[in-house]
Each structure stands twice: as structure tokens, then as C-alpha cells.
């Protein structure tokens, strides 16, 4: 099994202080923003580059045309070298971002392609990445969302990246801890996971009968605590 890069998705100042030695990277988009309560966006940008220094920094642009996207994605590249600008794979229209691709391609913008589901969209976009490092990120936790096997799918297209383009391939949208390792074994270079699911990856290779009877103790703990009794 690869070894995967961990990236933090929407850690709020105190978690990227605490953990930023302990991993590669950082992930955000408006709606993370809006549940840190972000008002300044470049600002909050600024300020996140201080406190995460040379470590890989995904920020997303919010527009939802050409002109306006290019020149969000111009000013948050501005801010730091460490910076990968989230673009979506398509507007809200449905239609594909790959000429804004192209052009923020051309001008050697390091981009973080998002809300990818399928390959058809990776081979749509492939002309104006393969010579890119760009991070491609594959939202598994939403194809298993919708009853679509994204083991098998990501491997898909984490092959297809490895083979064709100089890019990364991102594991999003987890769904439990595991995903660390099924990520990994489907071939990912990043995983983007929530403290929450980071704290808990301590866990791994605890002794299964060990957990069990911390579990039970746990129960009985809680009943306890809660003066329960069947009369």
C-alpha cells in the first residue's frame, strides 16, 4: 500500500497550529469558510498562509464565470507560492471550466481541480494539465453518496492520472476514517479529511479485543452516570 499525503479539510486556527508538523497540507472551500465564519476572504487567506508557511494550501474561488473566477484565482495565487487555487470542474450552469483551466494553465497557476466524478471530466480537461502538477480532486465520499462503488471508480482515474499527467490525485469528501487506507490502496497521492477523522487515526492497530472491552466499559460507564434503572 502507498504511503498517502493527509491534507486537512476546514481546520479552524487552533487545528492548524496543533497539527500542521504532523501533516502535508490544507483544504478549504466557501462553504468551509462560511462554517468558520470568514468575512474577509482574502484576509482569512492571508492569514492562513502565515500560519500553515510552505505547506500546500487549497483555497476555492467562488464566481461562477470565466472573467471573474480567472481574476479571483489571479489574487489568491498572488498570496502565497504554497497556494493551489480550487477551481470547480464545471459553473453551476454545468458547463465544463476547462478554457478558465487553460488559461490559468498557461500562466503556470498551480490549481486544485474540484468536484471531479467522473474520468470523462478528467479526459476533457486532460489537454490543459498533463504537463501541470495540478491536484485533481476525486469527491469518492459523494460517488458512495449516490451507490457508485468509489474504490473501483478512483482507481480508475487515479491510473489514468498517473499514466497520462504529471498531476495529483486527491481522495475527497471522506466518509469515515477507514478511508485513509481505502484511499491509499485505491491509488491516491492525497486524502483531504476533517480533524475529527485525523484525531481518530491514532486508532489504527489498536487490538480489536482491547477496543471491544473499552466499549463495553464505555456503555456501562454511561449508564451509570445516568442513575438508569428497570423496575
Excluded at 458547463?95 to 490549481?111: G, Q, R
Aim: glycine residues 4%; charged residues 30%; positive net charge.
Amino acid at each position: 500500500m502507498k504511503k498517502i499525503q493527509i491534507h486537512l479539510d476546514g481546520a479552524d486556527n487552533k487545528e492548524i497550529k496543533k497539527y500542521k508538523n504532523r501533516v502535508n497540507g490544507f483544504t478549504f472551500n466557501p462553504s468551509l469558510f462560511r462554517k468558520l465564519g470568514v468575512k474577509d476572504y482574502l484576509l482569512y487567506t492571508r492569514n492562513l498562509s502565515k500560519l500553515t508557511k510552505k505547506k500546500p494550501l487549497s483555497i476555492e474561488v467562488f464566481a461562477d464565470d470565466e472573467k471573474n473566477c480567472f481574476d479571483q484565482a489571479i489574487k489568491i495565487s498572488k498570496i502565497s507560492e504554497s497556494i493551489y487555487v480550487k477551481i470547480p470542474i464545471t459553473y453551476t450552469s454545468g458547463k465544463s471550466t476547462k478554457k478558465l483551466i487553460k488559461k490559468l494553465s498557461d500562466k503556470n497557476i498551480k490549481l486544485n481541480i474540484t468536484a471531479i466524478f467522473t474520468l470523462k471530466q478528467i479526459k476533457e480537461i486532460y489537454p490543459y494539465i498533463k504537463n501541470k502538477k495540478h491536484i485533481l480532486s476525486i469527491f469518492a465520499g459523494r460517488l458512495f453518496d449516490i451507490g457508485i462503488d468509489a474504490n473501483k471508480e478512483f482507481r480508475i482515474m487515479a491510473n489514468f492520472i498517473k499514466k497520462k499527467t504529471k498531476c495529483l490525485s486527491l481522495w475527497a469528501s471522506c466518509r469515515m476514517v477507514y478511508d485513509v487506507i481505502g484511499a491509499a490502496k485505491a491509488g491516491a497521492d492525497i486524502i483531504t479529511i476533517p480533524t475529527s477523522f485525523f484525531k481518530k487515526t491514532k486508532s489504527f492497530g489498536k487490538n480489536p479485543n482491547k477496543y471491544s472491552l473499552e466499549t463495553v466499559k464505555g456503555f456501562y460507564k454511561d449508564a451509570k452516570k445516568s442513575n438508569f434503572k428497570i423496575k
